[in-house]
């Protein structure tokens, strides 16, 4: 027998959960604005929990959209297989939404369009802030990264899950990782002490607003994606076939490829990583 929570309460806590964030999923659930969550003092991986729960046997379907969120998240994962470190001065967080990518063509677009609905209410909180984003899945400001994005499909390919980590009081320190960029803490950015569920509310509903956008107004999305994109019109390197190769950044396509120009040929990249050859803010 699976000791996973069952869905028979629209909210499901476990351990000694914060009570903001509990508060803030109520509210939510009481809106409509989700379906059903799940909220844990702590656990290994929120995307983890998520998938598991659409592959147990024998369990209803969630009620979506659900939010999964743990106030500890001690082995959270980046893209590539990358660790996502966190703390309690972060906030970590899934959601699980259906989506049949038979009738979703939008699929590549999902990344794209939560990166945009969290840079919208960072500016919204924080102004005059400005949010840039690069291309896939993350989230800076003032020449840090801010937030990370991994997202995630069932077996089936009829739900997806959207991990979402975002440094609210402090950044990590990544100065002895490989390759890794500089962080940043809304605290910091705000130049003021904000405890880390006071955005919890507004940033899932910013992401399921900018993802429902998708359906009919897709365009939009990219264009503002693209008005945000750190990479745009600079040289980068990026992932070709598991080699790196060089070239420039000119744009986004509206299917969420990036355009990069290598020896006058045009490619597009539908997936894998790209860096600024020189970080720009």
């Not at 869905?7 to 109520?26: P, W």
């Not at 979506?64 to 996502?84: C, I």
């Not at 899932?204 to 365009?219: C, H, P, Q």
């Amino acid at each position: 027998m699976s000791d996973f929570p069952s869905d028979q309460d629209r909210l499901t806590t476990l351990g000694d959960v914060d009570s903001s964030a509990t508060r803030s999923i109520e509210a939510m659930l009481h809106d409509g604005t989700l379906g059903s969550a799940w909220h844990a003092e702590q656990t290994s991986s929120t995307n983890s929990i998520a998938l598991q729960a659409i592959r147990e046997p024998g369990l209803a379907p969630p009620i979506t959209p659900r939010l999964f969120l743990a106030d500890l998240q001690t082995a959270g994962r980046g893209r590539h297989g990358r660790t996502w470190q966190s703390d309690c001065s972060s906030m970590t967080l899934s959601i699980l939404l259906p989506w049949e990518p038979g009738t979703n063509p939008q699929s590549r677009l999902i990344p794209l369009a939560v990166g945009v609905g969290i840079a919208r209410v960072i500016e919204f909180e924080l102004a005059p802030v400005k949010v840039s984003l690069k291309w896939p899945n993350d989230v800076r400001c003032a020449g840090g990264k801010l937030a990370g994005v991994l997202l995630e499909a069932s077996a089936s390919l009829d739900f997806v899950v959207i991990g979402v980590g975002l440094n609210i009081e402090t950044a990590p320190d990544l100065s002895l990782q490989s390759g890794a960029q500089p962080t940043t803490s809304v605290a910091k950015i705000a130049g003021r002490r904000i405890s880390r569920y006071d955005l919890l509310q507004p940033i899932v509903a910013g992401i399921l607003d900018t993802i429902g956008m998708l359906a009919d107004d897709s365009v939009t999305v990219v264009d503002e994606f693209r008005s945000r994109c750190v990479l745009s019109g600079k040289s980068i390197s990026f992932d070709d076939g598991g080699q790196r190769s060089i070239g420039q950044c000119v744009g986004i396509d509206s299917d969420g490829s990036l355009l990069v120009e290598v020896n006058g040929e045009l490619r597009r990249i539908q997936s894998g990583e790209a860096r600024l050859l020189r970080i720009q803010n």
